[in-house]
């Protein structure tokens, strides 16, 4: 079974640019994370999705990050413009579901970002 | 507020030297208590979920305990591919944040012949 899928795997940027990074969870999963991993920290939630429903996204800095999720499968993750405080690993997770359940998160490879 | 402590930050063993890394936590209703691994330019691969204090679940030379305050991941007779970032998650049951994980900064060990 193929894992969680992310691209790009590297990403080199000057400040003010935009970018995006792309997500394509396990099969199945209806539930998909955005994660940011600064160097020498554990992750850190940005949004959580229910099928196409954003349903955690209050550490999501709303000014310059966007995400979406279209059809409730794929998901892109948007900066813009990036800041030199940006640069991180950014990681896609995916679940089965949410409820009752406490479901394991697989993620995926991540895309490091670095802003000149 | 909801905070999760990893120790040491580092650990350096000797092949077969078995030792014990230790993620405390405070959090107000704890759904779920995660294991991950990491390697360099890799995302976190899952190992264990511990639910309520006592329980224990093995995995090879890995076995994660958890107490009320407190996860103990044992490492025993470690092997040089056991070298890694070992993270801890908690899971809460507030609804608001239902499904988030909370990580502690991890502990980086390496495992040398």
């Known amino acids: 079974e193929a894992g969680v899928v992310q691209s790009p795997r590297y990403k080199i940027i000057e400040k003010k640019q935009p970018v995006a990074f792309w997500c394509n969870p396990i099969?199945?999963?209806?539930?998909l994370y955005w994660y940011r991993q600064n160097l020498g920290q554990g992750p850190e939630l940005l949004i959580r999705y229910e099928n196409e429903e954003a349903v955690d996204d209050s550490q999501l800095p709303k000014d310059r990050f966007s995400a979406e999720r279209l059809k409730g499968v794929d998901s892109t993750l948007k900066i813009q413009p990036a800041e030199l405080g940006d640069s991180a690993v950014y990681l896609c997770?995916?679940?089965?579901?949410?409820?009752?359940?406490?479901?394991?998160?697989?993620f995926g490879p991540g895309t490091r970002l670095t802003v000149l | 507020e909801d905070q999760v402590t990893q120790s040491p930050e580092a650990l350096r063993l000797q092949e077969g030297e078995s030792s014990s890394l230790n993620c405390s936590y405070t959090?107000?209703?704890?759904?779920?208590l995660f294991w991950y691994r990491q390697d360099p330019g890799k995302g976190p691969e899952f190992l264990f979920t511990?639910?309520?204090a006592g329980e224990e679940k093995e995995k090879e030379r890995l076995k994660a305990t958890l107490t009320k305050k407190e996860s103990f991941l044992h490492i025993t007779a470690p092997k040089p591919e056991d070298s890694a970032t070992y993270l801890c998650?908690?899971?809460?049951?507030?609804?608001?944040?239902?499904?988030?994980?909370?990580f502690g900064r991890g502990t980086q060990l390496t495992v040398w012949p």
């Open positions: 099969s199945g999963h209806n539930t």
């Open positions: 511990l639910y309520s």
């Open positions: 997770a995916s679940s089965l579901e949410q409820g009752v359940s406490t479901d394991t998160q697989y």
């Open positions: 959090v107000s209703g704890l759904r779920g």
């Open positions: 998650a908690v899971q809460t049951d507030r609804g608001s944040t239902l499904g988030r994980l909370y």
